[in-house]
C-alpha cells in the first residue's frame, strides 16, 4: 500500500505476500541464476509460451450473455457488448486488451489492471494500466480483501478489471531459476561459438620447429584441405603428426540439455512442448492431445478468470444476475474443419442443433426452413393413390 509522507507517497510492501523484488531484496530468491523480466523474454521458449496463451485467449470472440429463463442467449444490443465489439478505448482493440491482460498477468506478480470509466453507471471505456502504474494492497485479516490506486489515486474495486495468477506469484517469477539456466547456456553457446570455437584436429611436430618448417607444413595443408578443396592428402614432413579432436560426452549432451530447459518452462506455463516447437517426443497423434489439454487445463483457466473480473467490473450488482461476458470457446476448433463439419452433423442429426445454428457456427447465414429440428438423413415420404376423391364419392 501507499503511506504519506512528508507530501510524498511511499510503498509498504507486505511480507505476508511478498513479490519478487521483495524476495530479491532480502536474497530469498532460489539461486543467483534468476533473472527478470525483460531479460526473461529474450528466451524464445518464454515468449512463444505467453504468446500462445495470451493471443490464443485474444482470437476468441468475446460475448454478453443474457441469462433468458432456463435458456442463454446472445445480448449484442448490450451498452457493454456494443463497447468491446467496436474498441474499449480510443487507442486499443478488443484484441489488444484482451491480449495484453493475459500477458501481463503471466509476467507480473501484480497481475494486469484495468480501470472501467463509468459514467452515471454506464461504462463508457475500458483503460489498460502498466503495473508499474497501479497498486494492490490486500487487507491483513485473511480475507485477502484487495484495494487499488492507480497513479496514487485510490480507485473503487468496483471499476477494476484485475487479473492475476495463482499462489500471488506469477509464472514468470516461480519460474525465475529455470528461465535463468535456460539464459545461461544461451550465453554459453554464443561464446563458444564466438570465443571458443574449436579445430577439427591438430598437427603436432617432434622436434622444434623452425619459420621454415611452419611455413612448409601451412602450404603442405593448405594445397590438399585449403579453401574450396576437400578429401586430398595432405604430405608433411619433419616427422609430422595428424590428431583428430573429438567432442567431448559433456559437449555431446549440451543440446539435449538446452531441449530440457524449454521442456521447463514448458512446464512452468503450463502449455506442451510441441506447442514450443520442441518436437522430439511429438507424433501426430499425441500433437493432438496435447492440443486438445492445452485449451482444457492451460487456457481455460485463463479464459474463466478473466471473464469473473470483466463481468464484476462491466456490471452492475443487478445486471450480474442475469448478465455474464463468455469468450466464444467454439473459435478453438476452427482450425479443423473436418472435425468441426463432423460434430455440426451429428448434433444436427441428434436434434441437438437445428440447421441454423449449425450455418451459424459456420460464419453462414441462416436459410429459409432452417430452424426446424429435424434428422437430414431421416427422409419420410407421403405417397397418394389415385386422384383425391370427390365428397359425394
Known sequence: MLQRVAGWFRERKSMAAPDSELQAMFGALPSGLSVGAAQALTVPAVQSAIRLISEAAACLDLKVMRRVGDAEVEAPDHPVARLLADRPNDWTSAFDIVRDMIGAALV???GSLALANKVDGRVIELVRYEPAHFTVDYSGDGRLEPSFRINNVPVSADD??????????????LAADAIGVAKVMEQHAGRLFKDGARPSGVISFKGKLTPEGARRAKDGWNAAHGPGKSGGTAVL???AKYTQLTLASTDAQFLELRKFQIIEVARAFRVPPSMLYELDRA???????MGKEFLTYSLEP?????????RRALFTPEERHEYRMAFDRDDLTRASLTERATAISSLISARVLNSNEGRDWLDLPPRAGGEEYANPNVTVTTRTTGPARREED
Open 108 to 110: 507480473s506478480d501484480k
Open 160 to 173: 477494476v478489471v484485475h487479473l492475476r495468477s495463482p499462489f500471488a506469484r506469477c509464472p514468470l517469477s
Open 237 to 239: 614432413d619433419d616427422d
Open 283 to 289: 507424433t501426430w497423434s499425441n500433437s493432438e492431445q
Open 302 to 310: 485463463w479464459l474463466r478468470a478473466l471473464e469473473g473480473a470483466l
